[in-house]
């Protein structure tokens, strides 16, 4: 309500001035902008809430499940149960399945975090929830490498199918680290070509020059992200326009008339043209 009356206080001082028509349209025009940047701040914090809830349930049921599992590993490495009735190759999957819901965790707790600093958020409790959740996750971390060891001294044929795993896992994770790595540079026309980014071509005599990414482009000059917890990249800038091959569905730029940041809004189709991303600035 304070919002509201403070905007509507220079559409009142507009009237009683006598500014005319044009005065008048402009002021409404403004008025519609503040609260259209307003709705847009309320949605994404709401947006930002509903994704915090939403991660924070999909943790405590994946610590549910480790839970269960690690009860029955528990078991084994304690004499309660026999170990020789047990298939080996099922004592290794229900450690893999565990580091799986532990790596899930660290991604949907990275994913949330990321959401609440995009859209502001900085709520207390909300904060100290994703604190306790790190903890949680850190502490099973420990647990679950202690309990394997316990394993492997119980029965050391576990050793060779945990370390066979292990290095599955290194692979897969290298794979999955190189799909989801891109780079981004933005800067000035004259910062990009100087700095061996782009170059301009075509024209007469200086004139129609366009610019376009080198082929021998400087790599060294890119930030490297992880597209999977990077979804905004501030610009801070007047205006922004994208070099790169991108779809225009899948982004947008956002700014109150001016280019504040990139904000992805599909990374899938956004980085499956190109992993390198070109934004000229002004």
């Given at each position: ?18 500014g ?11 008025l ?17 809430i ?44 229900d ?29 207390f ?10 903890d ?6 420990a ?17 060779y199918l ?11 994770g ?16 004259k ?16 004139i ?20 999977r ?47 390198y ?6």
């Open positions: 309500m304070k919002k509201t009356i403070w905007l509507l206080i220079p559409f009142i001082m507009a009237c009683n001035e006598g005319g028509d044009e005065t008048l349209l402009q002021e409404i025009e403004k519609k902008e503040e609260n259209k940047t307003i709705q847009e701040s309320a949605n994404s914090k709401d947006a930002a509903d994704e915090f809830f939403r991660g924070y349930n999909e943790i405590e049921e994946n610590l549910r499940q480790i839970k269960e599992k690690e009860k029955i590993l528990s078991d084994y490495s304690k004499g309660t149960s026999e170990m020789g009735k047990v298939n080996q190759e099922q004592i290794v999957a450690i893999q399945a565990i580091q799986e819901l532990l790596q899930k965790n660290k991604n949907r707790l990275s994913s949330v975090s990321q959401k609440l600093k995009e859209a502001n958020l900085k709520i409790e909300m904060e100290k929830t994703i604190e306790r959740l790190a949680q996750i850190q502490t099973k971390d647990q679950i490498a202690s309990l394997q060891e316990q394993l492997i001294k119980l029965n050391g044929e576990l050793e945990f370390n066979e795993y292990n290095e599955r896992v290194a692979e897969v290298a794979k999955d680290e190189e799909l989801n790595t891109a780079w981004y540079a933005f800067g000035t026309a910062e990009l070509k100087e700095n061996g980014v782009i170059t301009k071509e075509g024209g007469v005599i200086g129609g020059k366009t610019k376009k990414l080198k082929e021998d482009f400087n790599k060294n000059y890119f930030t490297k992200i992880d597209i917890e990077v979804t905004s990249i501030p610009l801070q800038a007047k205006s922004a326009n994208i070099l790169t091959t991108h779809s225009p569905k899948s982004y947008k730029i956002e700014g109150n008339g001016r280019a504040d940041k990139l904000v992805i809004t599909d990374i899938k189709e956004f980085w499956n043209s190109s992993k991303l070109v934004v000229v600035v002004e």
